[in-house]
């Protein structure tokens, strides 16, 4: 197990207690929506947790962790825990994250459970059960000219993680969720989005194919993507021209996806029409490399790699589309992911 190292006291300035708007306690708790957004960085491998009421930010909690840089996180509602990829030890880390996030301030942790370091470019994780899926972006073969990546298999048992499979793909990966049995993933430097059906039943190592790939009209180079099974949508992410951090990203989000996804042939399209776009300038997104969707208040969130550095991004009644000023905006440097809990 990696043995902790707590960072110096000299953050607690920087996570003091935000405020953006004050609790409103005697409103109608029906009309209430509280979200928790969990985002990991690739600054200082720290878990920042920030907890909203009505769209606005309230407070902010940073979780310590030993990591110096981090990407793809999770949050567990039954053991209460924060599970995230760290890429500066290659491998996924867990710890408790019981304390109340609507408190706020700097908590430091140590890690619970801590799995195999085995992994060489991790980025995005999937969860299906005890099964922890991360894409691993590196190049396998060594030659650029082949997309190629690897899918690492992890099962959790008790308070540890062993590596079940690796599956190497024939598409370079970043983000990646779960449907069902199916895992969806992004193609990195692209526009496209994949699915590998009944990915779990791929229980050996090897090469894997994809099942179905279609494009995605409109996105000039995709990284992150979340779905809501409440609402049936897809947002996906577009980080445009990777030379350009600063204004020339955006996202997509398509509604009723399962049957225009179905509907679509493999390597067919899901046009521009069949899609809602958000980009421009007002957005301040140049390098949105990852998504969390709120269905029912229609709220995306987002990791913003790019614009001044890094940044935790929020857009509000987001099915209007086109260039809007985000509901909510807090530095994050090198913002990596987001996880919401409602």
């Not at 009309?31 to 009505?54: L, Q, R």
């Not at 521009?272 to 229609?298: C, F, H, L, W």
Request: proline content about 2%.
């Amino acid at each position: 197990m990696k043995k902790q190292i707590l960072k110096t006291s000299m953050l607690v300035g920087a996570v003091a207690l935000m405020t953006s708007c004050e609790d409103n306690n005697d409103m109608d708790p029906v009309m209430s929506s509280s979200v928790t957004v969990y985002a990991s960085n690739n600054a200082d491998g720290n878990v920042t947790a920030y907890n909203y009421e009505d769209s606005q930010m309230t407070t902010k909690t940073t979780f310590n962790s030993s990591s110096s840089a981090a990407d793809g996180v999770y949050y567990d509602a039954d053991s209460k825990s924060i599970f995230q990829v760290s890429r500066s030890e290659n491998g996924i880390e867990g710890f408790d994250a019981s304390a109340d996030v609507s408190v706020g301030g700097l908590i430091d942790v140590s890690l619970s459970i801590d799995g195999p370091n085995d992994m060489e470019s991790p980025r995005e994780m999937a969860v299906n059960g005890n099964f922890y899926v991360v894409a691993d972006n590196a190049d396998v073969d060594g030659d650029a000219s082949t997309p190629d990546g690897r899918l690492f298999v992890y099962e959790k048992s008790g308070n540890s993680f062993s590596l079940r499979n690796v599956i190497t793909t024939d598409i370079k990966l970043w983000g990646i969720t779960f449907i069902g049995n199916d895992l969806y993933a992004v193609v990195d430097a692209d526009d496209e989005l994949a699915v590998y059906t009944d990915f779990l039943s791929n229980n050996s190592t090897g090469m894997l194919t994809t099942s179905k790939r279609v494009i995605i009209e409109g996105i000039v180079r995709t990284h992150g993507l979340t779905y809501d099974a409440s609402t049936n949508t897809m947002i996906m992410t577009d980080i445009g021209e990777a030379s350009n951090g600063q204004d020339d990203g955006g996202f997509h989000i398509i509604e009723n996806f399962m049957s225009k996804f179905d509907g679509a042939s493999d390597g067919g399209m899901i046009s521009a029409s069949e899609s809602i776009r958000v980009s421009g300038a007002m957005t301040q997104m140049g390098n949105p490399v990852d998504v969390a969707y709120d269905g029912a208040t229609k709220t995306v969130y987002i990791a913003e790699a790019g614009n001044n550095g890094g940044r935790i991004l929020s857009y509000s009644n987001v099915t209007m589309g086109g260039d809007m000023s985000p509901t909510t905006n807090f530095d994050l440097q090198s913002a990596s992911s987001v996880y919401l809990v409602k």
